[in-house]
């Protein structure tokens, strides 16, 4: 039987060349698949200067909510009072305390939580009403993106000052509310003004 050192001699070469690989990639081997560089996400873009969003109206300005830098500007400028509409909920994400800051600044500071549009209540009317009534000086109404505020100051303006919804609403247009969505829609304009009788 000679096949015995033929297949000696075969595993003996499978071996040696086993042995020869250190298991660095060879010179003539394809690279290794490489991963992909991961795009860059989007950088969000820089909100416009708080001043850019502020809607004064007389001696109220009617805001998103400011930053710090922007609490200590406004007190600069003559801003006596900050009534926030924000709940407690939302303010203890902010990052900083603002009703300490700005009574640090020489501000009134009135906290009147409205919590989404069941918020909107006459009780939360009154309670606004009473807070214009107790002090003098610019006041900044603010809420997280003014809409509330807006809306709040709006009834306020038709109950305390006599305008009517419509003209009430057209001083916090420069918010977006006004022209109406659904004016922007049909493309013609839309007048309010109350209904016959009150809802009850």
């Not at 000679?2 to 060349?17: K, V």
């Not at 081997?29 to 850019?52: K, M, N």
């Not at 609403?169 to 109406?180: C, D, E, F, T």
């Not at 309010?192 to 009788?197: K, P």
Request: aromatic share 4%; proline share 10%.
């Amino acid at each position: 039987m000679r096949r015995f050192p033929i297949l000696a001699l075969a595993l003996g070469a499978t071996t040696l060349s086993a042995c020869m690989s250190d298991g660095a990639p060879r010179a003539d081997a394809p690279a290794p698949p490489t991963a992909a560089a991961a795009a860059p996400a989007p950088a969000t873009p820089p909100a416009p200067p708080f001043d850019t969003r502020v809607v004064r109206d007389g001696s109220v300005l009617i805001a998103p909510q400011p930053l710090a830098a922007d609490l200590e500007a406004l007190g600069a400028k003559g801003v006596r009072r900050v009534i926030n509409l924000r709940t407690s909920e939302e303010m203890a994400t902010l990052g900083f305390d603002e009703a300490a800051l700005a009574q640090s600044k020489g501000m009134a500071y009135t906290l009147l939580p409205i919590a989404g549009n069941a918020g909107f209540t006459p009780a939360a009317l009154d309670a606004f009403s009473a807070a214009m009534a107790s002090g003098e000086g610019d006041v900044l109404l603010h809420c997280a993106s003014g809409t509330r505020a807006a809306h709040l100051y709006a009834a306020w303006l038709v109950r305390e000052q006599g305008l009517s919804p419509e003209d009430a609403m057209r001083r916090v247009g420069p918010l977006g509310l006004w022209p109406m969505p659904m004016e922007r829609l049909l493309d013609r304009p839309l007048k309010l003004d109350y209904a016959d009788a009150p809802r009850g």
